[in-house]
């Protein structure tokens, strides 16, 4: 017992916190979840969560397993699982997930797409012979007299 409390602890203490009043500008690369509350301009790669708070922004590139957001982001964010846009998100950029949830104050700016629909699409193009081009009738309105 006192051992999950310890492994849990240790799970809880494994959060890359960016407090409010934080401007960062560079990378982080992380295999836990990062919480932003303050500002982060570059490129975000972590195999856990990143939340941006009601305070937080975030411009450049995004790459995780899921994401909550609460405050604002600008750029490319790739999810693998879900993504959760909540109550007075700005999004901005593109988002590609396969997996969305989007409350009904939220603003966006930008595309939302799906890595899943895009391979089978992609696949489906290759598949399909190119198309031979033929000869569009020109049809011509009959003159007035």
């Keep these: ?8 602890s240790q799970l809880m203490n494994n959060v890359t916190r960016i407090c409010g009043n934080t401007k960062i500008i ?4 992380t295999q836990h979840d990062i919480r932003i509350d303050g500002y982060l301009e570059g490129k975000i790669k972590t195999e856990g969560k990143l939340v941006i ?3 937080g922004k975030c411009v450049g590139e995004a790459e995780c397993k899921c994401v909550d957001i609460s405050g604002g ?3 490319v964010l790739k999810v693998s699982e879900l993504a959760s846009l909540r109550n007075k998100c700005i999004f901005t950029g593109e988002l590609h997930s396969d997996q969305l ?4 104050s939220v603003r966006i700016s930008g595309q939302l797409v799906s890595p899943e629909l895009s391979k089978n699409v992609d696949k489906k193009v290759s598949q399909s012979p190119s198309p031979v081009p033929q000869e569009i009738p020109v049809v011509r309105a009959p003159e007035k007299k």
Aim: charged share 25%; glycine share 18%; no cysteine.
């Design 101 to 104: 949830s989007i409350e009904p």
């Design 73 to 75: 982001f600008d750029g």
């Design 53 to 55: 708070g009601e305070t």
């Design 26 to 29: 560079g990378n982080i690369i």
């Design 1 to 8: 017992m006192a051992a999950e409390k310890e492994n849990g």
